[in-house]
C-alpha cells in the first residue's frame, strides 16, 4: 500500500549582504525545487548577515504554526560575517547533528577539501525544522536532491522528518 504525500508549508529565508530578488539563484532554486516536489512555497525573505536580523525572521516563521520546515541558504561559511549558524543555534531546541555531517559528506564527493569550510546546520525549533546550507546554488541543488526532497516526504522509508512534526511538541 503506497502512503498519500503530504504536503508541508516551506519558508526560504536567504541570509546575504549582496543578494537582492533579481540575483537570488540560490533561493530560486530551493523554491523551483520545492514546488516541483508538491510542497508549497509559504513565504521567501531576504536579510543580512546579521544575528539580529536572522534569528527576529526565523522566530516569526517559527511561532507561525502553519509554517513546517524553514530552508536558509547563505551565510554558513568561515569569515566574520557568516553568522547563520550562530543565529540558528541561538533559536534551536535541538540540532540535527547529521544533517551537516551528511551535507559535508555529499560535498566532499564534488568539491573535496574545500567542503571543510561549509558550516551547515540543523535543528528543530519549536515544531518547525531549520535547514540552513550555502549560499551557492550547487549546494542548494545538493542539499536538496540528496538529502532534503527524501527525508522532507513522508513515502521516504525507513523514516523521514515529516512523520516525526506531530510528535515534535
Known amino acids: 500500500m503506497s502512503k498519500k504525500f503530504v504536503s508541508c508549508k516551506i519558508c526560504i529565508l536567504t541570509i546575504s549582504d549582496s543578494r537582492k ?88 564527493q564534488k568539491i573535496g577539501t574545500s567542503t571543510l569550510q561549509s558550516r551547515a546546520i540543523a535543528c528543530i525549533s519549536g515544531n518547525t525544522y531549520i535547514f540552513s546550507v550555502p549560499g551557492s546554488p550547487n549546494a542548494c541543488k545538493d542539499a536538496w536532491d540528496e538529502i532534503l526532497k527524501f527525508q522532507l516526504d513522508n513515502r521516504h522509508r525507513p523514516c523521514n522528518f515529516i512523520e516525526l512534526i506531530p510528535r515534535l511538541v
Open 21 to 108: 530578488e533579481k540575483n537570488d539563484e540560490s533561493g530560486d532554486l530551493l523554491v523551483e525545487k520545492l514546488q516541483q516536489a508538491g510542497h508549497k512555497l509559504y513565504a521567501r525573505s531576504i536579510v543580512i548577515d546579521e544575528i539580529d536580523e536572522i534569528t527576529k525572521k526565523l522566530k516569526i516563521w517559527v511561532n507561525d504554526p502553519e509554517v513546517n520546515v524553514i530552508i536558509t541558504t547563505g551565510g554558513t561559511g568561515i569569515t566574520k560575517r557568516d553568522v547563520t549558524p550562530e543565529a540558528i543555534k541561538l533559536i534551536s531546541d535541538k540540532i540535527i547533528e547529521g544533517f551537516g555531517e551528511l551535507f559535508r559528506l555529499i560535498s566532499y
